[in-house]
């Protein structure tokens, strides 16, 4: 019996505790995210509830880089009677955005370091803290996954190309994408990885500024492309007839001179923010930056130092001093050369009416680092005037400047310290222009590669 008693004794203990902790648990303020891990373009749903009705409370995102870089962002809400928040259909009181927008509270984070030269996104794991009046009240983690865990991933150092190939588990003779950077160089991973994880395999290829190539963008032979594609084709993972390139700024005007000159080589190019001219090398101007059978490829002159000193005292440019205080912005220098040096258009125009599949290109109309919408109409105009019969678009965003490639990711819109000419440019754009650029663009490059490689 007094086994009994004390079994009854301990089950009712269990049942009170387990009622108090409901009461307790049901009475702190929750953050609930939808989904909770979430590839990084796609968009989630944050609402707080438990909080008193009307009550403020202040939203935090951080991502921590590395020990001492912080990308933040906050917003200021204020509960409905209920004592809910919820982001998705609520505009903040004040903060990093404004106006109602889900994911504002990601793109709007900025850095500690207002000097670091990109928005790194080598970390998955995002903290949102919820304060009131300074204190914490609750904090959750949640995961934004830069690569499905089905993409499998391949370093290529082999027949000359460098590079790292990604594809989905199993994937037999699909369509591919091969993904060249800009000036800057390097792997483009980050890109490469998303275009994977929706059923690609995709090449992400290095033409200099990688070990075991050059260290500047100036003479580079397109013979590599054709032994990158041609070793592409080859990959038990990829169908040789649908064949996609994807290229931001000279890396835009790279695949769009590649299609103008292998034209049966691939069935559609994306150009982020291209050229429509080829221009010289990076960083000597005046030097080509690519060459064909060992002749460079003719490319617009850009005015020397002497000359833009001269075309600044004359009022004709604006001078910067290339500090992240007062950066150049060298879409200025662009549209002066295209002036200067006139008589060199016609010869330097990518000749963009010899391609055969299907085109889509995007340009900022702020872009302060050249004029991409300028150049992108000048592409639809050429296109038209050469009756040229191919698919082809070109979407230019208001408030957009030189980079908004990556949906959702931070907005760069701050100065930009480019590493192989070694001064700050403007990139232009607001944070709110880029990011509604990044996730548009993107949704239009998914369907327009959909109604083309699948």
């Not at 209920?82 to 889900?102: C, E, F, K, L, M």
């Not at 055969?356 to 050249?370: A, N, R, T, Y």
Request: proline share 7%; with cysteine.
């Amino acid at each position: 019996m007094k086994l009994k008693g004390f079994a009854l004794t301990f089950l009712l203990c269990i049942v009170l505790f387990s009622f108090l902790f409901f009461l307790w648990t049901r009475g702190r303020p929750k953050i609930q995210v939808t989904p909770e891990k979430a590839p990084l373009d796609v968009p989630v749903q944050i609402t707080i509830s438990n909080l008193a009705a009307h009550e403020q409370v202040t939203i935090e995102a951080y991502l921590k880089v590395k020990d001492d870089l912080i990308l933040s962002s906050h917003a200021a809400f204020e509960a409905d009677k209920n004592g809910r928040v919820n982001v998705t259909s609520q505009a903040p009181n004040s903060g990093s955005y404004h106006g109602i927008d889900p994911m504002g509270l990601f793109w709007s984070m900025t850095p500690t370091d207002k000097t670091i030269t990109t928005m790194p996104l080598n970390k998955e794991e995002v903290v949102l803290n919820v304060f009131s009046k300074n204190k914490l009240l609750t904090q959750k983690k949640i995961y934004r996954l830069h690569v499905s865990p089905d993409v499998e991933k391949k370093e290529i150092r082999e027949q000359g190309i460098v590079g790292t190939l990604f594809y989905p588990k199993n994937m037999k003779s699909g369509p591919g994408i091969i993904v060249v950077t800009g000036s800057s160089g390097g792997i483009p991973i980050t890109i490469s990885q998303l275009l994977a994880s929706h059923g690609y395999t995709v090449l992400a290829l290095a033409y200099f500024q990688t070990e075991g190539l050059p260290d500047k963008l100036e003479n580079i032979p397109l013979e590599y492309f054709q032994n990158a594609l041609l070793w592409f084709k080859k990959q038990p993972q990829v169908d040789r007839t649908r064949i996609a390139l994807w290229g931001i700024s000279y890396g835009g005007e790279l695949v769009l001179l590649l299609g103008s000159m292998f034209p049966e080589k691939m069935s559609a190019i994306v150009a982020y923010v291209p050229s429509s001219y080829v221009y010289g090398g990076i960083p000597e101007f005046n030097k080509p930056a690519w060459t064909y059978k060992n002749q460079p490829i003719s490319f617009m002159p850009s005015p020397t130092t002497e000359e833009i000193l001269n075309a600044v005292k004359e009022g004709q440019v604006p001078f910067h001093k290339g500090t992240v205080e007062d950066p150049h912005e060298p879409a200025l220098l662009y549209l002066y050369g295209l002036q200067k040096f006139s008589e060199s258009i016609e010869k330097s125009t990518i000749p963009v009416e010899n391609i055969h599949c299907p085109i889509l290109i995007f340009s900022g109309e702020d872009d302060k680092m050249w004029p991409s919408t300028l150049y992108g109409n000048r592409i639809m105009e050429r296109l038209d005037q050469k009756r040229s019969t191919i698919e082809r678009k070109h979407i230019h965003f208001p408030s957009a400047g030189h980079y908004f490639e990556i949906p959702y990711a931070p907005s760069i819109c701050q100065p930009y310290y480019h590493p192989v000419v070694k001064f700050w440019c403007a990139m232009g754009g607001t944070a709110k222009g880029n990011a509604r650029a990044s996730s548009q663009s993107w949704q239009e490059a998914l369907s327009f590669l959909k109604e083309n490689l699948l």
